[in-house]
């Protein structure tokens, strides 16, 4: 079964400083893990997705997630925050024998201070 | 070239009446989906298109059915709403050539009283 665990469901940051969204997943099969921003009262949109090559992956507006195995692990980082990057940030998982079934955290929402 | 739309955008219901959401494509995507998007709840799926004339359930179906219409169009509908049904409705589609990544329309806004 495949789920996901994004510990922080708010997190607050000055701009300028470094961001850290945590995601955790559990997946009995190699897992495919993706990120997903949300602005408010708008639709998902593709932040970068990991789906079984470099473990290290970009993704768009300077954002980066690692994938860890041993610790089950996909935090998405960003060097330096931007006021546009005050949203609601969702981590998935899929599982790669069914491509049908996506399982979303709960959320993080990012707050980005002057 | 719109991607994924939807209609309405918002809508007030009452106990007991029923409507349907549209979903539109123009990603020539096989796989289409609707989710509801619930306060701290992240996205749940409730039902899928595979591919047009199959559909399946997800992880909250009860209450919803669904058609797909052909290859274009997903709609979900409400036959008698509820107020625990009052959320936030996302379609999204996938294709193959784009892998796992799906696609979101803008979302519609429901509220039952």
């Known amino acids: 079964a495949q789920s996901v665990t994004q510990l922080d469901s708010h997190v607050s940051v000055s701009e300028g400083t470094p961001v850290l969204l945590r995601c955790n997943y559990s997946s009995s099969y190699s897992p495919s893990l993706f990120w997903y921003v949300q602005h408010p009262n708008k639709g998902l949109q593709l932040l970068l997705k990991?789906?079984?090559?470099?473990?290290l992956v970009k993704g768009i507006n300077g954002f980066e997630a690692e994938f860890k195995k041993s610790e089950t692990s996909f935090h998405l980082t960003k060097p330096s925050a931007h006021m546009s990057d005050a949203a609601e940030y969702f981590c998935?998982?899929?599982?790669?024998?069914?491509?049908?079934?996506?399982?979303f955290g709960s959320g993080t929402k990012l707050n980005v201070k002057p | 070239n719109a991607g994924v739309t939807q209609t309405p955008k918002f809508q007030v219901l009452k106990t007991g009446q029923s409507m349907t959401l549209q979903c539109a494509q123009d990603?020539?995507?096989?796989?289409m989906y609707w989710y509801r998007q619930d306060p701290g709840m992240g996205l749940r799926l409730i039902y899928y298109?595979?591919?047009?004339?199959?559909?399946d359930k997800g992880e909250v179906p009860n209450g919803y059915n669904v058609s797909r219409l052909n290859k274009r169009e997903f709609s979900l509908r409400l036959e008698s709403a509820a107020p625990s049904q009052t959320s936030v409705y996302f379609c999204?589609?996938?294709?193959?050539?784009?892998?796992?990544?799906?696609?979101f329309g803008p979302g519609t806004r429901l509220l039952v009283l």
């Open positions: 998935v998982v899929s599982d790669r024998r069914n491509f049908n079934k996506f399982y």
């Open positions: 990603m020539n995507h096989n796989s």
């Open positions: 999204a589609t996938r294709g193959l050539a784009g892998g796992e990544t799906q696609y």
């Open positions: 298109s595979a591919s047009e004339g199959t559909t």
């Open positions: 990991y789906t079984s090559a470099a473990t």
